[in-house]
T-cell receptor
Framework: NAGVTQTPKFQVLKTGQSMTLQCAQD?????MYWYRQDPGMGLRLIYY???????DKGEVPNGYNVSRLNKREFSLRLESAAPSQTSVYFC??????????????FGDGTRLSIL | AQKITQTQPGMFVQEKEAVTLDCTYD???????LFWYKQPSSGEMIFLIY??????QNATEGRYSLNFQKARKSANLVISASQLGDSAMYFC??????????????FGRGTSLIVHP
């Protein structure tokens, strides 16, 4: 039962480097999400993809780009990493994001440190 | 203004006692959903319980129940008979407002619960 798989689990970058966080789900879900979690801030939505072929900005999209590669995969890219992007990143999916009662299933997170 | 407010940064409870974690929300939508998630120290996010805005009965899932007071815009989580394994961060979340055909989720800042033996 893989569910939502995120790679890598840990990463250290230098300021200005680029990186792509990978996310894949095997539950045939339509909607996928990227969050960042910072101490005392809860989870903040970066980008989401309601269905294959669509992506939309969330609350904190600046400095990030996303790609919905296919129904299973949703990647998050940092083009020029900044120390303010040091965080734990979570990918999540839900069956149908256009139905209000759909819970989200989360990956185990990626701990990203930018020096 | 925060859409989800969890006013208790930290809570302590004795094992086997009940505990209530507070959550208030702000929305002008008629259709919305409220969720609670648990995040143990290992870091994963676990879905616990859901309440829809049109549901007249409070949701229950085993030892978890959601005290839904629509007029007060509150959706408190009640954990009965606390266990040591309940020690974790708890997040309240809301899905509201179909934007482009999708309900957008928003999370509160969380409450840290510690269960004492």
């Amino acid at each position: 039962n893989a569910g939502v798989t995120q790679t890598p689990k840990f990463q250290v970058l230098k300021t200005g480097q680029s990186m792509t966080l990978q996310c894949a789900q095997d539950m045939n879900h339509n909607s996928m999400y990227w969050y960042r979690q910072d101490p005392g801030m809860g989870l903040r939505l970066i980008y989401y993809s309601a269905s294959e072929g669509t992506t939309d900005k969330g609350e904190v999209p600046n400095g990030y780009n996303v790609s919905r590669l296919n129904k299973r995969e949703f990647s998050l890219r940092l083009e020029s990493a900044a120390p303010s992007q040091t965080s734990v990143y979570f990918c999540a999916s839900s069956d149908q994001g256009w139905i209000v009662n759909q819970p989200q299933h989360f990956g185990d997170g990626t701990r990203l440190s930018i020096l | 203004a925060q859409k989800i407010t969890q006013t208790q940064p930290g809570m302590f409870v004795q094992e086997k006692e009940a505990v209530t974690l507070d959550c208030t929300y702000d929305t002008s939508d008629q259709s919305y959903g409220l969720f609670w998630y648990k995040q143990p120290s290992s870091g994963e996010m676990i879905f616990l319980i859901y309440q829809g805005s049109y549901d007249e009965q409070n949701a229950t899932e085993g030892r978890y129940s959601l005290n839904f007071q629509k007029a007060r815009k509150s959706a408190n989580l009640v954990i009965s008979a606390s266990q040591l394994g309940d020690s974790a961060m708890y997040f309240c979340a809301m899905r509201e407002g179909q934007t482009g055909g999708s309900y957008i989720p928003t999370f509160g800042r969380g409450t840290s619960l510690i269960v004492h033996p």
